[in-house]
């Protein structure tokens, strides 16, 4: 069995209307794994590939949206259709995105968690942010880390104030010392 006959038989991830950002890049990641990315980018790909990409589209969504999309001629318009009616527009992203921040900067590591956990959370927060188009910088991530860690990182704080360079510090190596 070749590698790309391996793959075809993952099944693509499926659409039922939540996360429409999420769903657009592993569905894109999906198609280009099978070299049918560029049926949905451009109307000059064969027929077989322009077929195959909405084959894999139609599998790919609920049966609620099917109903919605199967009178469409092509990957791409279906494609185009799924980004405009599920993305949403400028204002909507705007919001999500202040939303997003407000939730990561009301965000405090509980004391009985772990510190994993918390930087999880906070890296959930700006994947999120950058799938809307947006970012939230990893020294933001790293400045939220440092001022709401509880008291008893306080002295492994202060070493690492005292032996690196703060403003320099990556979030790995952060991590790694609390």
Request: aromatic share 8%; glycine share 2%; net charge positive.
């Amino acid at each position: 069995m070749d590698a790309e006959s391996g793959f075809s038989s993952i099944v693509p991830p499926l659409f039922d209307r939540n996360n429409y950002q999420t769903w657009a890049v592993r569905m894109e990641a999906y198609l280009d794994a099978l070299d049918l990315w560029e049926a949905i980018k451009a109307q000059k790909e064969k027929k077989i590939k322009k077929s195959k990409a909405k084959a894999c589209l139609f599998a790919a969504v609920s049966t609620s949206i099917f109903t919605r999309i199967m009178s469409l001629k092509s990957a791409k318009e279906i494609w185009d259709f799924l980004k405009s009616e599920y993305k949403g527009n400028d204002r909507i992203c705007g919001m999500q995105v202040l939303n997003l921040i407000r939730n990561f900067e009301l965000q405090k590591m509980k004391e009985t968690k772990a510190i994993k956990e918390y930087a999880d959370r906070l890296l959930n927060i700006g994947n999120q942010v950058s799938l809307l188009g947006s970012s939230i910088a990893d020294s933001r991530i790293i400045k939220k880390i440092l001022v709401t860690v509880p008291e008893r990182f306080e002295a492994t704080i202060t070493t690492l104030e005292n032996t690196k360079n703060i403003s320099k510090i990556t979030l790995t190596e952060l991590l790694s010392s609390l």
